[in-house]
T-cell receptor, first 117, second 112 residues
Framework: SAVISQKPSRDICQRGTSLTIQCQVD?????MFWYRQQPGQSLTLIAT?????????ESGFVIDKFPISRPNLTFSTLTVSNMSPEDSSIYLC??????????????FGSGTRLTVV | GNSVTQMEGPVTLSEEAFLTINCTYT??????LFWYVQYPGEGLQLLLK?????DKGSNKGFEATYRKETTSFHLEKGSVQVSDSAVYFC???????????FGTGTQLKVEL
């Protein structure tokens, strides 16, 4: 299965600032996803990152707050903008390997633990 | 839309006890079903999966069978260990390239 490198693994940020999270995959994948896991909660999909087009955002998430880049088939970034303490969460990227292995496989990065103070 | 419902935790068991974590789903079409595990302080790891009815996914002593008639994918293990203590997430997806829909997660605590 694909290997995902996600960084930073954790960060403590001041409110009002922005943080960009990177997700690098060791193989080309069609679909990349960004999730948020708030403390003690399940995972919520933020957006689907499509190569060559704008990301598709889920209800409750907007591009101004969570801009996403997808410059190629192995890399994506998520920026958390103008942060507030409510943004403190684990952010995870995920890839769908179905296009590679013809099997349903979703692999996750190890996550970025963000604390906003 | 898709949804996944799993039993609330925490579930506390003694070592070597039998484990069942219930999961049911609603979906249009025929989803693939997954169990993910999240150990303390770590990201999600795929534990097992099943892509069609009656398939059984298995890994590390855990099993789950895709039951179309009851729309269920219950996770079982015959003898849990302390090292199995983690949060377990049931999830569904209706096709390659579609998003995963997660349940709320069930925390498992295994004690000596």
């Amino acid at each position: 299965s694909a290997v995902i490198s996600q960084k930073p693994s954790r960060d403590i940020c001041q409110r009002g600032t922005s943080l960009t999270i990177q997700c690098q995959v060791d193989s080309q994948v069609t679909m990349m996803f960004w999730y948020r896991q708030q403390p003690g909660q399940s995972l919520t999909l933020i957006a689907t990152a499509n190569q060559g087009s704008e990301a598709t955002y889920e209800s409750g998430f907007v591009i101004d707050k969570f801009p996403i880049s997808r410059p190629n088939l192995t890399f994506s970034t998520l920026t958390v903008s103008n942060m507030s303490p409510e943004d403190s969460s684990i952010y995870l990227c995920s890839v769908d390997e179905a296009g590679v292995s013809k099997d349903y496989g979703y692999t996750f990065g190890s996550g970025t633990r963000l604390t906003v103070v | 839309g898709n949804s996944v419902t799993q039993m609330e935790g925490p579930v506390t068991l003694s070592e070597e006890a039998f484990l069942t974590i219930n999961c049911t789903y609603t979906a249009t079409g025929y989803p693939s079903l997954f169990w993910y595990v999240q150990y303390p302080g770590e990201g999600l790891q795929l534990l097992l999966k099943a892509t069609k009815a009656d398939d059984k996914g298995s890994n590390k002593g855990f099993e789950a069978t895709y039951r179309k008639e009851t729309t269920s994918f219950h996770l079982e293990k015959g003898s849990v260990q302390v090292s199995d203590s983690a949060v377990y997430f049931c999830a569904s997806a209706t096709g390659g390239g579609n998003k995963l829909t997660f349940g709320t997660g069930t925390q498992l605590k295994v004690e000596l």
